[in-house]
């Protein structure tokens, strides 16, 4: 199982980083369109404002680095074996925790901040469709990551009690 999850956490890193490169590369040859459909808009004859780009990259990147962080600290914890050390199961649960905090940030903003600002002064009024939805499916990697931090401070807590027993031992 452990394997499976190693496959998936891979093969979703890379594509999540095509992805980021795809935009990078639309952005770079000019080609607006795409980046237009990409924020739910129509088709416009000019370029997304620079403020809306430069957003979006910065977005993506923040997502990106926090699904690659998420998936590397799982890696470790799986990597971890039968050893239950708690500080390490503490720590690496918190980084995933704040892996997973970046994610919700970084796909937040790139959902409900970046189109804004993409269509800043550019797009008619009567093309935006933007909506704000604070609690949508997403918002489970924020509860997850609150979870997971919550479990690392009971594991530190259970480090510490370990520590206490052995020195009577």
């Known amino acids: 199982m452990a394997l499976v999850a190693r496959i998936l956490m891979a093969v979703t890193g890379a594509l999540m980083l095509a992805y980021m490169v795809m935009i990078c590369s ?31 990259l910065f977005f993506a990147g923040v997502f990106l680095a926090g699904i690659l962080t998420t998936f590397w600290q799982s890696h470790l914890l799986l990597k ?37 600002a993409m269509s800043m002064g550019r797009v008619a009024p009567e093309h935006m469709e933007t909506q704000w939805a604070p609690f949508e499916i997403d918002t489970v990697f924020l509860v997850l ?21 052995n020195q009577f031992l």
């Open 26 to 56: 639309l952005v770079i040859i000019g080609e607006y369109a795409e980046v237009w459909d990409l924020a739910d808009f129509p088709p416009q004859d000019f370029p997304p404002s620079s403020l809306g780009i430069a957003l979006g």
């Open 80 to 116: 971890l074996g039968r050893e239950h050390l708690f500080r390490a199961l503490a720590r690496r649960l918190r980084l995933c925790g704040g892996g997973l905090a970046m994610m919700w940030v970084g796909l937040y903003a790139f959902m409900n901040v970046v189109p804004l």
């Open 145 to 165: 990551a609150v979870v997971m931090v919550a479990l690392s401070e009971t594991l530190t807590r259970a480090a510490e009690i370990e520590d206490e027993n």
